[in-house]
């Protein structure tokens, strides 16, 4: 294995850092500022200059391998995905690399028709419009996605879809225009052929959006929010299905690999700056008449954090390599998927629970992002799957290994 960035990907890093600084670092308090004047659920102003500012210089699509997108590995991604995640509010959306569109991005790339790619892919690409994920539900465990009790009936040429979802990311975002919809057209068939992916459009009958749901008291309305919806009898046409019939759980399994792996990624990035905060403010808070940074307990932390986020990001580019170099694709990095999977919220927690600690009150504080951070990284440990099942596969996986 060798994690040497090759010339093409030092070059977009060093144009995606010089990016960072000239536009993305001066757009935080915008941004922030934009959101609380602005709209409820509705995109800060700016973030359409960065956009244009990042179109501009390349640096678009950049997650998507192949022709539709900017042809990358995940190797090759992985150092970028990272510094946008030092701006997780801001970064990835501006370079159209930002969760739940990426990964339905990949979803209508490997899958659509060509039609559907006409119709919703070409301007996902171009960055005019927004998407959701429709699959999580708040009547069963959605952690077991072949409990998804949400029904895709045929009805002559249209499919009709009832069904009640929540947790769905961007969501209230007026301008996320399609989602995927993630539901049962057969109950009675094997237990991963029953689901189905269908593409509703947002103005569809039927299609309500009840509520927006917070994170830790977080609404992340700057980012469309996290919604509860209820589909009532809504009719789309048939040709909306994505693959045929049965394909849902198949999609989603294709869909989650790059999504887990983009995550832990933007996380990573999250914990860099995370310890240049604690860094800073150790050498800049004074208490007992001396630097915090001049305090044992301090060094400790800011050492073990060093330690752990480098154990980690070894474990995210063994899993990007895998990913690229298998015969199988992300199929021959799915126990490395499953690690960082798991390693990655839980390390970075600690690594985020320190540096508020440092900080004292301001930690917990608006004025720094370290509490709103801390939220984020919280969801991981559900989103995509949560720890206990990737540990459970996991485990099973390595007994069967070892049994035989």
């Not at 509703?200 to 992340?220: C, F, N, Q, S």
């Not at 050498?283 to 986020?309: C, M, N």
């Not at 985020?352 to 004292?360: N, S």
């Not at 951070?373 to 596969?393: C, I, M, N, Y």
């Amino acid at each position: 294995m060798d994690f040497t960035h090759d010339a093409h990907t030092e070059e977009l890093r060093q144009r995606l850092l010089t990016f960072m600084d000239e536009h993305v670092y001066p757009a935080e308090s915008v941004f922030a500022q934009q959101s609380r004047a602005g709209e409820p659920w509705t995109t800060p102003p700016v973030m359409e200059e960065l956009k244009d500012k990042a179109r501009s210089q390349g640096l678009w699509n950049l997650f998507l391998p192949g022709a539709d997108g900017a042809g990358l590995t995940n190797l090759q991604y992985a150092p970028l995905a990272e510094i946008t995640g030092r701006s997780p509010r801001i970064a990835p959306e501006a370079l159209n690399c930002s969760a739940p569109d990426t990964g339905n991005m990949e979803v209508l790339s490997m899958f659509a028709t060509e039609q559907q790619r006409k119709d919703w892919l070409e301007p996902l690409l171009a960055g005019r419009i927004r998407s959701a994920f429709a699959m999580t539900e708040p009547d069963v465990a959605s952690s077991d996605a072949t409990n998804i009790a949400t029904r895709i009936e045929r009805d002559g040429s249209d499919y009709v879809i009832n069904g009640h979802k929540w947790w769905i990311t961007g969501a209230l975002n007026p301008n996320a225009r399609i989602f995927i919809v993630m539901g049962k057209t057969d109950p009675d068939a094997e237990r991963h052929r029953q689901q189905s992916m269908i593409l509703v459009p947002r103005d569809t009958p039927g299609l309500e959006i009840r509520r927006g749901m917070t994170v830790y008291g977080y609404d992340d309305s700057d980012h469309g929010g996290h919604a509860e919806l209820t589909l009532t009898d809504v009719r789309v046409p048939a040709h909306n299905l994505i693959g045929g019939e049965g394909d849902g759980f198949a999609i989603a399994q294709a869909r989650l690999g790059p999504g887990r792996i983009h995550h832990c990624m933007r996380t990573i990035g999250i914990a860099e700056r995370a310890i240049e905060l604690m860094c800073r403010r150790a050498a800049d808070r004074v208490a007992f008449g001396k630097p915090l940074a001049g305090q044992g307990v301090v060094r400790d932390w800011i050492a073990e954090a060093r330690v752990r986020l480098e154990q980690l990001r070894l474990l995210v580019l063994k899993a990007a390599w895998l990913m690229d170099t298998s015969p199988e694709g992300a199929k021959g990095a799915h126990t490395e998927i499953q690690a960082i999977k798991i390693a990655t919220p839980t390390t970075v927690e600690w690594i985020l629970d320190k540096a508020i600690q440092v900080h004292g009150a301001a930690g917990l504080s608006q004025d720094i992002p370290l509490a709103q951070w801390a939220a984020q990284v919280r969801t991981l440990r559900f989103a995509d799957g949560p720890d206990e099942v990737h540990k459970a596969s996991l485990a099973r996986k390595e007994i069967k290994r070892w049994a035989q």
